[in-house]
């Protein structure tokens, strides 16, 4: 009898006949790599060291006193040669700084030159000496947004934006103000997120940074300031550049306080295409670097001008809100400006003027200066030697031309404005002159001011 048994089906090995059959091994712990770890550690650490770095030397030329000791020799040597007046530029914002260099007797004739955008005083640096020299007191504004003048002011208030760092400090502060848990509290008790009072407070405590922005109405109220301040009315004005549609309102508002104008090289336009710095990448390019920039200059504006002259223009333009204020006042020209219609007006019509042009630049530049002298048949049309910024490289010429015209007229009459009598002063006169008793009032006292050196009778 057969005994029939089930045998368990054992796997097969798939291992090729012949070979061996492969034996398992304790598999052993794979060690990590510590490079990954460590490169990415540095390259982390490298990161804000670089960014803690830029970070402080950006705020190291926020600076003033910083950036004042980064300038080159010639520039810092032209501010300590000027000084700077106190002008408000619109009623209900804070006064600003503007400087001023001068040079020549106080008591002469007056001559005040108005740099074009992208410039400043300092360009004019050696008219005004040549000037001074010639007897002429020469003096040069740098407009504001421009040069050594305030190129920002500080707004309180208002809905600007400001960032996500700038809201991040905000919240920062209404916390610390104001507590962790004070919006919770508030949305308990009212129910609702106290939204609108928090932006009330926020906007109410916002300081933030405003470019200067200089229009016609804005320079006339400059001008006017400036010239009030220094005593030099009745003027001869001397507009380059861009300076004619700038000051054009002020010569219309105040033909009694000019004496003469003398246009050199004016467009309404800039002679330096300040366009180019709206560019991302290219304006950092152009202004960050001194060859980028004396590309610029030379291919509009001057070929003669050196390095160093280069730089005392590109510098105020890249720091401290330099560019924004520039190509502010450029969005706030007067495109449209018609110098015939300006010159030809009732109050502008009996001003003396004279037309200095470049004849070096091109025969388009000629035939544009041939077109402003047609529309001021009136005016005096000269021809420099040098470029569309000639007061560098030709300066004894242009300053000839100028004096020249400025001498050519009689002396100018001084205005002398008495200066009021204190409050409190003319009260005791008024009194003695109640009394009767004139002389027992003065008898004793010096002047009013106490300046006197003798007793006033």
Not at 62 to 77: G, H, I, N, T, V
Not at 353 to 375: F, H, L, Y
Not at 414 to 433: C, F, G, M, W
Request: aromatic share 8%; charged share 20%.
């Amino acid at each position: 009898m057969a005994i029939i048994t089930e045998e368990e089906d054992v796997p097969k090995s798939l291992v090729p006949p012949g070979s061996k059959e492969p034996t398992m091994k304790n598999p052993k712990p794979q060690s990590q790599n510590p490079f990954p770890f460590w490169f990415y550690s540095t390259l982390i650490f490298s990161l804000a060291t670089l960014l803690f770095v830029s970070l402080s030397l950006y705020s190291s030329q926020s600076d003033p006193r910083s950036w004042f000791l980064s300038l080159p020799p010639a520039l810092r040597q032209h501010y300590s040669d000027g000084r700077t007046i106190k002008v408000q530029v619109n009623p209900d914002e804070s006064p600003i700084e503007v400087f001023v260099a001068e040079s020549g007797p106080i008591q002469s004739e007056n001559v005040i030159i108005i740099h074009g955008l992208g410039l400043s005083s300092y360009a004019f640096r050696e008219t005004i000496q040549s000037l001074g020299s010639k007897g002429i007191r020469g003096v040069a504004i740098d407009l504001p947004g421009n040069g050594f003048s305030d190129k920002s002011m500080v707004v309180v208030g208002g809905d600007r934006e400001i960032g996500f760092l700038g809201r991040v400090k905000e919240v920062y502060g209404l916390i610390q103000e104001k507590g962790v848990f004070w919006a919770f509290d508030q949305m308990v008790e009212t129910g609702d997120l106290p939204y609108e009072e928090i932006i009330k407070l926020q906007n109410s405590k916002r300081r933030s940074v405003k470019a200067i922005e200089l229009g016609s109405e804005e320079t006339a109220r400059v001008l006017g300031q400036v010239i009030d301040t220094l005593g030099l009315s009745p003027v001869h004005l001397v507009l380059h550049d861009s300076a004619l549609g700038l000051a054009s309102n002020w010569v219309s508002e105040n033909p009694q306080s000019v004496r003469s104008i003398t246009l050199v090289d004016s467009s309404i336009n800039p002679a330096l295409p300040l366009w180019v710095l709206h560019i991302p990448v290219i304006r950092e390019v152009l202004l960050g670097f001194s060859f980028g920039f004396k590309k610029l200059v030379s291919l509009r504006c001057s070929k003669e001008m050196a390095l160093s002259q280069v730089e005392a223009h590109r510098i105020p333009l890249k720091g401290r809100n330099g560019r924004e204020a520039v190509l502010g006042s450029l969005k706030k020209l007067n495109h449209s400006f018609d110098i015939a219609q300006w010159g030809n007006s009732d109050a502008v019509n009996r001003i003396p003027m004279q037309v200095v042009w470049s004849k070096q630049v091109s025969d388009v530049w000629i035939e544009e200066g041939q077109r402003v002298a047609k529309a001021l048949p009136k005016a005096k049309f000269v021809t420099h030697s040098g470029s569309r910024w000639p007061q560098e490289s030709k300066s004894g010429e242009l300053t000839d031309y100028i004096a020249d015209f400025v001498s050519a007229f009689p002396r100018s009459i001084r205005r002398v404005s008495e200066e009021p009598i204190p409050e409190k002063v003319q009260k005791i006169l008024d009194e003695a002159n109640a009394d009767g008793n004139h002389d027992h009032v003065h008898s004793g006292y010096s002047d009013a001011y106490g300046l006197g050196e003798g007793w006033t009778t």
